[in-house]
């Protein structure tokens, strides 16, 4: 596979638009004219994206931004979808049995699950509309800042459809199951502020202040424990399915990965020395 992190320069008419800076994968959505949706081209160059952060040192966070006055209106349903089947003998259904549950499973189910499973922290700047899977990129981001003008929006009951992208999953885990289900069964704008106080959010910010906002908190994470952040991450993530016998069983695993790291080294050297830590990232 072609490292895409490494050097060449985004054309304009990039619709995924990525930079790394000072540890800092930025991946921004760059299809304003679509309200930055996502089709099956435009989610594998994410998740693409996602796999060379995991196995690059030079990341040490992921911000995920957008162009335009939408975050991400959901998926685009406009292009032309991949056939369901490959090589389908004479007579065969157009469609058998599983397509739809397949397409799901390696197409949008795939795409949230990059995210969410991310080596690295994963941050969302979220400017404006994001709706359907727009909306569960960013609850399967680890932290969210939102612009005081960005809505959350599970649309899918407005077009009749169960909701996809593991928003099933991840709403009632952020908010409750009855506040997950108030906000599925009528499909709602849920204005920034709202999303704030029930815990989707964790700051808003006015529009002009979002990417600065980003910035600093991005260049907090790329500055710390890289390791042991997202061994944290992971244990958190698992967190609820987890028998209390496996959480803590995990949780010495974990510590005993971390242990070998330079940065716990340099931890443990930083306060006995009574100094600011300095970590490298692995």
């Known amino acids: 596979m072609v490292n895409e992190l490494a050097g060449g320069a985004n054309d304009d008419d990039d619709e995924i638009l990525h930079n790394v800076e000072n540890g800092i994968l930025w991946i921004t959505l760059n299809r304003p004219s679509v309200g930055n949706a996502l089709g099956p081209v435009q989610r594998q160059q994410v998740i693409d994206l996602l796999a060379q952060a995991n196995r690059s040192l030079a990341v040490r966070v992921v911000v995920?931004?957008?162009?335009?006055?939408?975050?991400?209106?959901?998926?685009?349903?406009?292009?032309?979808?991949?056939?369901?089947?490959?090589?389908?003998?004479?007579?065969?259904?157009?469609?058998?049995?599983?397509?739809?549950?397949?397409?799901?499973?390696?197409?949008?189910?795939?795409?949230?699950?990059?995210?969410?499973?991310?080596?690295?922290?994963?941050?969302?700047?979220?400017?404006?509309?994001?709706?359907?899977?727009?909306?569960?990129?960013?609850?399967?981001?680890?932290?969210?800042?939102?612009?005081?003008?960005?809505?959350?929006?599970?649309?899918f009951v407005r077009r009749g459809i169960v909701p996809d992208a593991g928003g099933m999953w991840l709403l009632p885990r952020l908010v409750g199951m009855q506040r997950a289900k108030e906000l599925v069964f009528f499909g709602d704008a849920l204005p920034?502020?709202?999303?704030?106080?029930?815990?989707?959010?964790n700051r808003v910010v006015t529009a002009g202040e979002l990417e600065a906002a980003a910035r600093v908190w991005a260049e907090r994470l790329a500055s710390g424990p890289t390791t042991a952040i997202g061994l944290a991450k992971s244990l958190l993530n698992r967190s609820f399915e987890s028998p209390w016998e496996v959480a803590l069983r995990d949780e010495a695993a974990a510590v005993e990965i971390n242990k070998g790291t330079q940065d716990a080294a340099e931890g443990i050297a930083s306060f006995r020395e009574q100094r600011a830590a300095h970590f490298v990232g692995w």
């Open 192 to 201: 920034a502020a709202d999303a704030e106080r029930m815990g989707l959010v």
């Open 64 to 155: 995920f931004t957008a162009t335009g006055d939408a975050f991400c209106t959901g998926a685009d349903l406009r292009g032309t979808l991949p056939p369901p089947v490959d090589d389908a003998p004479p007579g065969a259904p157009e469609r058998p049995a599983g397509s739809t549950m397949r397409s799901v499973r390696s197409g949008a189910q795939r795409f949230i699950d990059a995210v969410l499973n991310c080596d690295k922290p994963v941050l969302a700047a979220v400017n404006g509309t994001a709706a359907g899977i727009g909306a569960h990129l960013a609850f399967a981001c680890d932290l969210v800042i939102a612009a005081d003008t960005a809505r959350f929006i599970e649309v």
